[in-house]
């Protein structure tokens, strides 16, 4: 299961072949995806391992039921089974390398590797030999230009490294409630979500986000929505390309009216004559 919006992202994909009959281990597929803002990503992993590393930007990651920041200079991992979320934040849209190793042993590996603990993201000391070997690949896979054997090597190698690396690590720090639910909202504002729906997606109850809104930000999410929404929309009005009606839209105004009429209401001009005085 999958769930993602292709025009918020450009990826490109590469398969990488061996001539090994059935590899117990190899590299199958390796990418890598530039986000345009407002990235959203959700699945399931069906099968093997999925290695991702952060070149640029940062956002979130929902894990399995835990929450994590997921940045420049980060690696993630994910395996069979997990279930994972992740969006960036605005105004720092992600790069990252991506690759998927797979065979009939990967699981039984992975197991041994982490002794059947969970991941989180985590920024290695060993961080430039990683993102050396995966851009080595990008490069070669989009060339096709390697060995009949490099997929399996490749795969060895990064498995290593991660071993000796990650394995009984404390990892990364969970994120709260109210800085999870923040960066979702900001990446969904021209749709924000009700309470109801942010407490059915962090498998919350509605109390609690409003709880856990007022101990973080001092406002109820309903006001930290609103504050989102005209931070954006002051930004959004600098660029004299975009019209009125499409910065209400992107901003999650019912129409342009409304935009206009609210935000004379919080600022004591119309947008026009605000955008007019900058």
Not at 123 to 139: I, N, T, V
Request: aromatic share 12%; glycine share 8%.
């Amino acid at each position: 299961m999958s769930i993602f919006d292709t025009s918020r992202f450009v990826q490109e994909i590469y398969p990488l072949s061996t001539e090994a009959e059935e590899p117990e281990l190899r590299c199958q597929i390796v990418g890598y995806l530039k986000s345009l803002g407002g990235f959203h990503w959700a699945q399931t992993i069906d099968s093997g391992i999925i290695l991702s590393y952060i070149l640029e930007g940062k956002g979130i990651l929902h894990k399995n039921g835990r929450t994590y920041p997921f940045e420049e200079g980060m690696t993630g991992v994910s395996a069979a089974g997990d279930k994972i979320e992740y969006f960036d934040t605005p105004g720092h849209p992600w790069r990252y390398i991506w690759l998927h190793i797979d065979g009939a042993k990967t699981s039984r590996i992975w197991k041994h590797l982490t002794s059947g603990e969970d991941l989180p993201p985590h920024r290695l000391d060993q961080g430039e030999e990683l993102l050396s070997l995966l851009k080595d690949a990008l490069r070669k896979a989009k060339s096709n230009n390697y060995g009949c054997y490099y997929s399996v090597s490749l795969a060895w190698s990064l498995l290593d490294l991660l071993g000796v690396e990650m394995k009984g690590t404390e990892g990364a720090t969970d994120i709260s409630l109210a800085e999870t639910c923040a960066a979702y909202i900001n990446g969904h504002l021209s749709n924000a979500p009700t309470v109801d729906e942010l407490a059915e997606r962090f498998k919350v109850s509605r109390v609690t986000v409003f709880r856990a809104f007022k101990e973080k930000f001092g406002i109820s999410p309903k006001g930290f929505i609103e504050d989102m929404r005209f931070r954006k929309a002051t930004k959004l009005l600098a660029d004299l390309r975009l019209e009125v009606k499409e910065i209400a839209f992107q901003c999650g105004f019912k129409d342009q009216s409304h935009f206009s009429c609210q935000f004379k209401r919080k600022f004591g001009a119309s947008p026009g004559q605000w955008r007019a005085k900058r």
